[in-house]
């Protein structure tokens, strides 16, 4: 066979398949190689670079120093508080049968007597102020609501015996004092206001007894509200590691400066230990706290006089104040400052001194944060329009903030919508607005409304929504206020309250 036939027969062509395939197969493994060996080797390059890590080492040291000079500047400042709460209980009485059977009678020893029980508490203080050689510790009310016997325990070690000089259970603060003639440097204060989620927080305190122990974590939150014992801080949340022995310890920023007491966690732990939800009371809300404490042992709150609440959807909607920000004046106390100065129920208060209102707490602080014969400015939204009242603020009292009788008009009601007849097993037709709660001693309920009952009108007018009902009560009611209503199929009128 001539080498052209060779060269053109079957067997010679599926050689030269089979050869073009290893080769093309060794071609792409080279390929493969090739392009990944470059990688892997700009990596170890990478690595044993001695100046990336150099500066990657410099960068990491940096910031280990910014937070080790940050811990040393407020250790000294942070102390712990060892309380003792005595209580008294009348002990068991041992005489009668059985015992005078068994070991006669004991002449009234042991009997029934009162017996002492001592109990001991930890908790953490900062602090804030010096006098000569008397220390000012701030920390939370609850650290020390009971306590009989109080001791500061310092970063030096030492103990002294302390003083309570004043607590108050509303922003959940107290003050101690106690006199040292060894050199303790105050905290210095931050500004909270400035605080933003993301930034640095450090948290320094004595959890379970663990003394100067410092954590670090972010800022996960500002401004919430609702902790433990409905009181009226709008809390920082941190991430920072916060346990049982925390409280009224300092909660800081990267330059050392106090920006929260830490006060209080949520956890699912049945030992209630750290999941990351750390809430601290900012420092702003406490400065002025301070200086009353020493100056009087009491904090004084501003009174504005109105009971607040935060609409539902279709009560903000039929308001015109759906998507707002603010606080709805439901009622509002007679010869308070706020009637005094103008402002109305069913008035919805979204500024005070051009500050932005977030919420039924917020607003409650801020108006506690006045001083007592202050003038403020308040912007309040009625029937779509805005308004602005400068009311003197005057100085809360218990007694008075409690005293329903001048609170008007005594009654919280809904307009009724389907979802709601449908709620309440109402008819598809029923018509007016629900009486959802009459505050007890108020006009609403002197005068013989009652919860259930649905308001169809005011002093004679109908009443057709919650907004026409705010705006007869604001225009028609200033010497006197009756309810017609329905109760059951009746339709009936209250008796009339006459303003004094």
Known sequence: MNLINKLSSKNFLLFNLVLLGVIFGFSLAFLSFSCTTPQSGQVARAQEN???????????????????????????????????????????????????????????????????????????????????????VLTNYHVVENANEIQVAAYSGKEYPATLVGKDDRKDLAMVSFKSGEEFPPAELGN???????????????????????TMGIVSAVGRTGGPGNNINDFIQTDASINMGNSGGALINIRGKVIGINTWIASS????????????????????????????GQIRYGWLGVSLSEPDRDMAKALGVEGKSGALAAQVFLGSPADKGGIRPGDFITHVNGKEVRGVNPLTLMV?????????????????????????????????????????PGVFAFTLTDSVRESLKLEKGAQGLYVAQVIPETPAAVIGLQRGDLIVGINGEPVR??????????????????FTFTRGEARLETLKFKKS
Do not use: C, H, M
């Open 50 to 136: 001695p100046a990336a890590i150099e500066n990657a080492f410099t960068l990491a040291e940096g910031l280990q120093t910014a937070f080790g000079a940050a811990a040393n500047k407020v250790l000294p400042s942070v102390v712990e508080l060892k309380t003792v709460s005595i209580r008294k209980q009348q002990g068991p009485n041992f005489n009668g049968i059985p015992w005078e059977f068994f070991f006669g009678p004991r002449d009234g020893e042991g009997g029934g007597q009162e017996r002492e029980y001592r109990s001991q508490g930890l908790g953490s203080g900062i602090i804030v102020k010096r006098d000569g050689d008397t220390y000012y």
């Open 465 to 482: 929504d919650i907004a026409s009902f705010y705006k007869i009560l604001r225009e028609r009611t200033e010497k006197e206020l009756w």
């Open 368 to 408: 506690g944060d006045l001083k007592p014969g202050d003038s403020a400015k308040f912007k309040v939204i009625r029937d779509g329009g805005i308004k602005d009242f400068d009311i003197r603020i005057e100085a809360r009292s218990d007694a008075v903030a409690a005293e329903n009788k001048k609170l008007w």
């Open 192 to 214: 909270s206001d400035s605080v933003k989620v993301g930034d640095w927080a450090i948290a320094v305190g004595n959890p379970l007894g663990l003394v100067s122990s410092v």
């Open 269 to 296: 732990n049945t030992g209630g230990g750290s999941v990351g939800l750390g809430f601290a009371i900012p420092i702003n809300n406490a400065k002025r706290s301070i200086d009353e404490f020493i100056n009087s």
